[in-house]
């Protein structure tokens, strides 16, 4: 499924980004945390909530990726891929949390919580709602069928293997354990350009096709409220699963996304809203070529219940946030002439084919029974 793809994708590539530290200030009770990973996309974002809580953090990588993210921490070198050896440094000492943060194989994550379940009060993993079995119910809870494991590990994808991971974390760690699975995480460095797809389009083009009649749903995370929720779980020992989606309380619908983010970015971009009958006659995918968008019809991708995480009190970043996040690292770090659909970038329509959309649909328009 393009849906588990893309979140298997964007976390890839996030593991190799990064931020600048931000360091602030007072957490009632000082914890004491060790991160597996910390300088990747997910994990800068758990250090600086962590950091900003005036909490104890210490790193465990192999100190290549983004070295100088954070100078001013203590750095534990070891490679999770060498196996349970790796982890003997950390045993010298107790931590109060271990937050896990999204390794690519459930191996990695049997051999961290076997080799320090005796050393940490309180583990923490970051997964992912595609361990979900399937998405055809709406508002799907922490309680929904997920994939089976039966088959053969050799055939075993992204989904199994953090389901596998998450019952490894489940069965070292009964009564103090917590699982976030994420949905589409978006924001400062975002690895996919998913949503940079429609923040450059709006920025840059005088019309864009719109997904849909503008109805469908819409869901993802900032990557800050990932980091700061992660680090609220562990001040507050919130135990069990979690979905972690939004942007907000309220359900987003794509007509109120995209006049959101006109305002925010004073676009003069017209929106040509395409219904989902004309996109698959003229070979228009949801998702690959149109970023995000699931029409209703498909499945309830972005209709996933946030109502555990909601009970916990927390506040979501304001989207007009996120979005400008967004476009802050695309001004600063990336090609202003990038072009979507193409080699370059693989994501989102092709311009030449967009134009040709939207003078076909103004034809449409046009004709007297419309």
Same mark, same amino acid.
């Given at each position: 499924?393009?849906?588990?793809?893309?979140?298997?994708? +964007?976390?890839?590539?996030?593991?190799?980004?990064?931020?600048?530290?931000?360091?602030?200030?007072?957490?009632?009770?000082?914890?004491?945390?060790?991160?597996?990973?910390?300088?990747?996309?997910?994990?800068? +974002?758990?250090?600086?909530?962590?950091?900003?809580?005036?909490?104890?953090?210490?790193?465990?990588?192999?100190?290549?990726?983004?070295?100088?993210?954070?100078?001013?921490?203590?750095?534990?070198?070891?490679?999770?891929?060498?196996?349970?050896?790796?982890?003997?440094?950390?045993?010298?000492?107790?931590?109060?949390?271990?937050?896990?943060?999204?390794?690519?194989?459930?191996?990695?994550?049997?051999?961290?919580?076997?080799?320090?379940?005796?050393?940490?009060?309180? !583990?923490?993993?970051?997964? +992912?709602?595609?361990? !979900?079995?399937?998405?055809?119910?709406?508002?799907?809870?922490?309680?929904?069928?997920?994939?089976?494991?039966?088959?053969?590990?050799?055939?075993?994808? !992204? $989904?199994?293997?953090?389901?596998?991971?998450?019952?490894?974390?489940?069965?070292?760690?009964?009564?103090?354990?917590?699982?976030?699975?994420?949905?589409?995480?978006?924001?400062?460095?975002?690895?996919?350009?998913?949503?940079?797809?429609?923040?450059?389009?709006?920025?840059? #083009?005088?019309?864009?096709?719109?997904? *849909?009649? *503008?109805?469908?749903?819409?869901?993802?995370?900032?990557?800050?409220?990932? *980091?700061?929720?992660?680090?609220?779980?562990?001040?507050?020992?919130?135990?069990?699963?979690?979905?972690?989606?939004?942007?907000?309380?309220?359900?987003?619908?794509?007509?109120?996304?995209?006049?959101?983010?006109?305002?925010?970015?004073?676009?003069?971009?017209?929106?040509?809203?395409?219904?989902? #009958?004309?996109?698959?006659?003229?070979?228009?995918?949801?998702?690959?070529?149109? $970023?995000?968008?699931?029409?209703? +019809?498909?499945?309830?991708?972005?209709?996933?219940?946030?109502?555990?995480?909601?009970?916990?009190?927390?506040?979501?970043?304001?989207?007009?946030?996120? @979005?400008?996040?967004?476009?802050?690292?695309?001004?600063?770090?990336?090609?202003?002439?990038?072009?979507?659909?193409?080699?370059?970038?693989?994501?989102?329509?092709?311009?030449?084919?967009?134009?040709? @959309?939207?003078?076909?649909?103004?034809?449409?328009?046009?004709?007297?029974?419309?």
């Amino acid at each position: 499924m393009k849906r588990r793809k893309f979140i298997k994708d +964007s976390v890839a590539v996030g593991m190799l980004l990064s931020l600048n530290p931000m360091y602030s200030c007072s957490s009632e009770e000082q914890l004491k945390i060790l991160v597996l990973g910390g300088t990747g996309f997910v994990g800068q +974002s758990i250090v600086n909530a962590a950091l900003s809580k005036n909490h104890s953090v210490t790193l465990f990588n192999r100190g290549i990726t983004n070295p100088t993210l954070f100078p001013n921490l203590d750095l534990i070198k070891g490679d999770r891929a060498l196996g349970v050896d790796a982890y003997r440094p950390l045993k010298n000492q107790e931590w109060d949390v271990v937050i896990d943060v999204w390794p690519q194989k459930s191996k990695l994550v049997d051999e961290a919580t076997a080799s320090l379940k005796n050393y940490a009060k309180h !583990y923490i993993f970051i997964s +992912s709602i595609a361990v !979900y079995k399937n998405f055809q119910q709406v508002r799907l809870n922490e309680e929904y069928d997920v994939v089976s494991l039966d088959l053969d590990k050799n055939e075993w994808g !992204y $989904p199994e293997e953090k389901l596998a991971a998450e019952l490894f974390v489940r069965d070292r760690f009964k009564d103090n354990h917590t699982i976030l699975r994420c949905g589409p995480i978006i924001g400062w460095r975002d690895p996919a350009v998913n949503m940079l797809y429609w923040c450059i389009k709006l920025n840059r #083009d005088d019309a864009i096709i719109a997904p *849909g009649s *503008g109805s469908d749903h819409l869901q993802f995370i900032d990557v800050k409220d990932v *980091g700061r929720f992660t680090i609220m779980a562990a001040e507050k020992e919130y135990t069990g699963v979690y979905n972690c989606t939004g942007p907000r309380k309220t359900p987003l619908l794509w007509r109120e996304f995209l006049e959101t983010a006109k305002k925010q970015f004073n676009s003069k971009t017209k929106l040509i809203w395409a219904s989902e #009958d004309f996109l698959a006659s003229n070979n228009v995918s949801a998702f690959s070529d149109l $970023p995000l968008w699931t029409p209703l +019809s498909e499945d309830a991708f972005m209709q996933i219940s946030n109502e555990k995480l909601l009970e916990t009190g927390f506040e979501f970043t304001p989207i007009e946030m996120t @979005l400008e996040d967004c476009m802050k690292w695309f001004r600063m770090d990336m090609d202003s002439t990038i072009k979507f659909g193409t080699n370059e970038i693989e994501i989102g329509l092709k311009r030449s084919k967009e134009l040709k @959309l939207i003078e076909l649909l103004k034809e449409v328009m046009s004709e007297p029974n419309n």
